[in-house]
């Protein structure tokens, strides 16, 4: 049984440039939610994929968005790179409770650095 | 929205020794509190959780307590052995279904041999 899976590992970019992240959720699991993790911080929620839509959002601007796929398989595209935008960015898969919040497993994360 | 406070932000506790960590939260709509363990390089991992319905829960030599009225909820690691040693973070949910998980600035537990 697959778990949580993301790619790349590591991803370099430059400052204004496009980049996109990848996650299979864990086999089971149909709702995908996005994290940025900066050095030494705990994790901050950017948004949730349920359905094949944007189900929660927390406090990221626009340049940050998302894609769910009919796979459960989920994008995270961030647009015009600050420098700020390096992080480990986690994502994490659940089984979808519309009034109880599920368990939430992490992937290994991308690791992005922008120059 | 949610504001999640963890303390203390290191703690360093003899092989053996218990160790507590401390959260408090802001959203008295939360409902649902995660304990996760980042070892360096690593993805966070699901150690413990306690929902609002439940006062305390054990696994082990791991406990987690919450206080509702309090907004407060802690995570006791008793007999702690080196691969303990980590970051600790503690979460809350938005209430309501709301999975967005907010999550405390963590705790680097460093246990002396």
């Known amino acids: 049984d697959a778990g949580v899976t993301q790619s790349p590992t590591h991803l370099i970019k430059t400052r204004g440039q496009q980049v996109t992240l990848r996650c299979s959720p864990k086999s089971g699991h149909d709702t995908v939610s996005w994290y940025q993790q900066a050095l030494g911080q705990g994790p901050q929620f950017i948004f949730q994929y349920y359905e094949e839509e944007e189900r929660q959002r927390g406090n990221f601007p626009d340049r940050f968005s998302g894609h769910q796929f009919p796979n459960y398989s989920s994008e995270l595209n961030v647009n015009a790179l600050l420098l700020g935008d390096s992080a480990l960015y986690l994502c994490a898969s659940s089984k979808q409770g519309w009034f109880v919040t599920d368990t939430q497993y992490f992937g290994p994360g991308t690791r992005l650095t922008v120059l | ?113």
């Open chain 2, 1 to 113: 929205g949610e504001n999640v406070e963890q303390h203390p932000s290191t703690l360093s506790v003899q092989e053996g020794d218990s160790a507590v960590i401390k959260c408090t939260y802001s959203d008295s709509a939360s409902n649902y509190f995660p304990w996760y363990k980042q070892e360096l390089g690593k993805r966070p991992q699901l150690i413990i959780d306690i929902r609002s319905n439940v006062g305390e829960k054990k696994d082990q030599r791991i406990a987690v307590t919450l206080n509702k009225t309090a907004k407060h909820f802690s995570l006791h690691i008793t007999e702690t052995q080196p691969e303990d040693s980590a970051v600790y973070f503690c979460a809350a949910d938005s209430g309501g279904g709301a999975d967005g998980l907010t999550f405390g600035k963590g705790t680097h537990l460093i246990i002396q041999p």
